[in-house]
């Protein structure tokens, strides 16, 4: 999947907790984007991001659900005082610019809502 | 809303046997399609992509067919072997790179 990091792999929090997911992309690219995945279902977009830019967050939730992408280090997708209807798999793809350019996928943080 | 689907849920071909997956997409305007596997417990990964300039494409022992006139996409997989057994989805590339995916097609490859 050409090098698109993310961590943790499982993650398991309680009803009202906090999670923060993490996305390193591949070398060199400055789009990231976020997808969520339930079982047996495809992926739906989230969130489009560039260095420290929202570009689009029309697929994200308004209430409890946020991403950033910093100048330096990781994009986090942040779900606070989660449910268990936010348990799912994410994951975070990469590209080394805007239009029709390959996206490399992660492997994907599976949350579990408890 | 406009989205792209698919037609069979799961398809299950004798190892050795061709498998054709297909997916129906409803966005005229699209022009990049790409399909995409997915094994048990790991991320999407890249088989092959068609820009709608063109009507097929070829990869190694994979194929894709693009039919703008009916909104049809296919994906052709020659002597299917066990390694090929996973989800596959159709996807839309949307402008900035955002995908429409659909809702997958589990294949099965029996020995």
């Known amino acids: 999947n050409a090098g698109v990091m993310q961590n943790p792999r499982h993650l398991v929090r309680r009803r009202g907790q906090e999670a923060r997911l993490r996305c390193s992309p591949v070398k060199g690219h400055s789009h990231v984007y976020w997808y969520r995945q339930l079982p047996e279902e495809g992926l739906k977009f989230m969130v489009y991001l560039q260095k420290e830019n929202i570009i689009d967050e029309s697929g994200m939730p308004k209430e409890r659900f946020s991403a950033e992408f910093p100048k330096e280090g990781p994009s986090i997708l942040r779900i606070q005082q989660v449910v268990r209807g936010d348990s799912a798999a994410y994951f975070c793809?990469?590209?080394?610019?805007?239009?029709?350019?390959?996206?490399?996928f992660g492997q994907g943080t599976r949350l579990t809502v408890v | 809303g406009e989205s792209v689907g698919l037609h069979l849920p799961t398809l299950s071909v004798q190892e050795g046997d061709n498998s054709i997956i297909n997916c129906a997409y409803s966005n005229s305007a699209s022009d990049y399609f790409i399909w995409y596997k997915q094994e048990s417990g790991k991320g999407p990964q890249f088989i092959i992509d068609?820009?709608?300039?063109?009507d097929k494409r070829q990869g190694q022992r994979v194929t894709v067919l693009l039919n703008k006139t009916v909104k049809h996409l296919s994906l052709q997989i020659a002597a299917t072997q066990p390694g090929d057994s996973a989800v596959y989805f159709c996807a839309e590339n949307n402008a900035g790179n955002m995908l429409t995916f659909g809702g997958g097609t589990r294949l099965m490859v029996k020995p």
């Open positions: 793809a990469s590209s080394g610019g805007q239009g029709n350019t390959e996206a490399f």
């Open positions: 068609i820009r709608s300039n063109m």
